[in-house]
């Protein structure tokens, strides 16, 4: 099983909706964050969580929310869903500190589409 | 000015060939650069770290750092096709107190293709 693991995979939605992702972790790690992706935009910072009682906005939170039920898992909510939150959509986790690294665990990401 | 940016893309090389690909960064406060590797429809890959000054060499892959002139590059030797992919740039910035909380920012890629 991966570490990181993002349902839905794959989701096509209509404008207005509310969509839920969601990512559980077997890594143990404090840390979780979710990321978008645009082509040519690299990866932006959405939301991330240092632990359950600590969440915090990213570079490009407006239009999201997002809930840490436990420290394995991360949800990241559209309440109303519009055309250019399309994208490819990643959970990522880390370390508390970084031993030197800070590497980040990627899941396989979730691919969203706002008709 | 974008915080960290990449060189445009897309680049293309020769197989057998140095890849080099670059990055440039804003905030003079940066004390850690890596380098992801996304194949496409994959996730990134973490392939290099560096935190100080001078070259860092992993195999075939050897990343360069210059905080003077804040920029950052990953040079591939001995390009492969299986090197084709996006390369991300990511800067790791300290919060105010110098603790770091592992905020990574990213470059907008540049697509590497290596051609037989």
């Known amino acids: 099983d991966a570490d990181v693991t993002q349902t839905p995979r794959n989701r096509i939605t209509k404008t207005g909706k509310r969509i839920m992702l969601e990512c559980s972790q077997t890594?143990?790690?404090?840390?979780m964050y979710w990321y978008r992706q645009d082509p040519g935009l690299g990866l932006r910072l959405i939301y991330y969580?240092?632990?359950?009682?600590?969440?915090n906005k990213g570079e490009i939170s407006d239009g999201y929310s997002v809930s840490r039920q436990a420290q394995a898992k991360f949800s990241l909510s559209l309440e109303s869903a519009i055309p250019n939150q399309t994208a490819l959509y990643f959970c990522?986790?880390?370390?508390?500190?970084?031993?030197?690294?800070?590497?980040?665990?990627f899941g396989a990401g979730s691919r969203l589409t706002v008709l | 000015q974008k915080e960290v940016e990449q060189n445009s893309g897309p680049l293309s090389v020769p197989e057998g060939a140095i890849a080099s690909l670059n990055c440039t960064y804003s905030?003079?406060?940066?004390?850690?650069f890596f380098w992801y590797r996304q194949y496409s429809g994959k996730s990134p890959e973490l392939i290099m770290s560096?935190?100080?000054?001078g070259d860092k060499e992993d195999g075939r892959f050897t990343a360069q750092l210059n905080k003077a002139s804040q920029y950052v590059s990953l040079l591939i030797r001995d390009s492969q096709p299986s090197d084709s992919a996006t390369y991300l740039c990511?800067?790791?910035?300290?919060?105010?107190?110098?603790?770091?909380?592992?905020?990574?920012?990213f470059g907008q890629g540049t697509i590497l293709t290596v051609h037989p």
């Open positions: 969580s240092f632990d359950v009682k600590d969440i």
């Open positions: 990511a800067v790791r910035q300290f919060w105010a107190g110098g603790t770091s909380y592992g905020k990574l920012t």
């Open positions: 990522a986790t880390s370390d508390l500190e970084d031993s030197g690294a800070n590497v980040l665990t």
């Open positions: 905030d003079r406060g940066s004390q850690s």
């Open positions: 890594k143990g790690h404090d840390r």
């Open positions: 560096i935190y100080s000054n």
